[in-house]
């Protein structure tokens, strides 16, 4: 059993468990293309844009026209979790915590399923034939550091508007579906940031009032998913996510499972255990992009 179980020790009645702040689960899971897999590797088909060509003459051959495919591979990794609960244990703290272990063991999976997505943003996807290739990440879909107001003096800064706003013209430029779903992935500092931004916490350019509110859900088109999870960059950037929601594929192989049983090997103690089988890979490159965020800089918007 876990060796922190003795701070359950109780000397009166308990009515319930607190659990401890963290992540409850995955927050990135619906943002995400979800498919299901079979098997160790799963090939997913892309075909590409072509364009049509006009007719010139009467009875004319009939064109014809070489359509592009393509081809992702995914690839599922295993996880677990599993602890145990002895019967002394159960006695000395008046409740049975196989119910909150479970729940304990869900949270961390859906982490670990955010933490797969995430390093398969900007990650190396294989494509090919075989799956063999290996396609690195499209540096052109970073917006950088100092991206700011025209007028404004570069400098490194926080997110702001002006690299929200970068971010979406980098995916309407690679004539991504106007119409389909957009995301970003924000820490805390980083949605401080945008809210100090004049652009966002002023009323007279939105209709919602950010520091009324307390959180920004959405902002030029983009739905927000705050998390603590995305990574920095060799610089110590933070590095904001952005994709639409095909360009990422999460493929489960075997979804979030969890089994309470009794061990009888280990003094029939109560053991919780979960366990999964994902893959995550970055569907296309024009989708899929971040933003470089100063982690103590202000979002800089005026001269």
């Not at 922190?4 to 009515?15: D, F, I, L, M, P």
């Not at 607190?18 to 892309?46: I, M, W």
């Not at 107001?149 to 002006?162: E, F, I, Q, R, Y």
């Not at 569907?283 to 965020?293: D, H, P, S, T």
Request: glycine letters at 6%; hydrophobic letters at 35%; a negative charge.
């Amino acid at each position: 059993m876990s060796t922190q179980v003795t701070t359950a020790h109780v000397e009166q009645y308990r009515a319930n468990v607190y659990h401890l702040v963290q992540q409850k689960g995955s927050r990135l899971r619906s943002a995400v293309r979800n498919e299901t897999q079979v098997g160790k590797n799963a090939f997913y088909e892309q075909i590409g844009a072509t364009q049509a060509q006009r007719r010139t003459s009467r009875h004319a051959d009939t064109p014809r026209m070489d359509t592009p495919h393509a081809r992702r591979r995914v690839s599922l990794e295993d996880w677990e979790w599993a602890d145990l609960i002895d019967e002394q244990d159960r006695i000395r703290m008046l409740i049975d915590p196989s119910s909150p272990y479970a729940t304990a063991a869900m949270y961390a999976m859906g982490r670990s399923m955010d933490d797969v997505i995430i390093a398969a943003a900007d990650g190396t996807a294989y494509t090919g034939e075989s799956g063999s290739t290996q396609t690195a990440f499209d540096a052109s879909m970073v917006v950088d550091v100092q991206t700011v107001w025209p007028g404004v003096s570069a400098a490194d800064t926080g997110l702001n508007v002006a690299k929200i706003l970068r971010a979406k013209r980098n995916l309407l430029e690679n004539s991504v579906d106007p119409d389909e779903e957009m995301f970003m992935v924000v820490n805390a500092r980083q949605a401080e940031s945008l809210m100090k931004d004049e652009r966002v916490a002023n009323a007279d350019y939105n209709s919602i009032k950010p520091l009324v509110e307390g959180n920004i859900a959405r902002y030029g088109g983009f739905t927000m998913i705050p998390t603590e999870r995305i990574g920095v960059d060799a610089n110590g950037d933070d590095k904001v996510l952005y994709w639409t929601k095909s360009g990422m594929l999460l493929s489960i192989g075997k979804d979030m499972k969890t089994r309470v049983t009794e061990r009888d090997d280990k003094g029939y103690a109560t053991q919780v255990y979960c366990c999964m089988s994902i893959g995550a890979t970055r569907m296309e490159e024009e989708r899929v992009g971040y933003i470089e965020c100063d982690p103590g800089a202000s979002p800089t918007t005026d001269a």
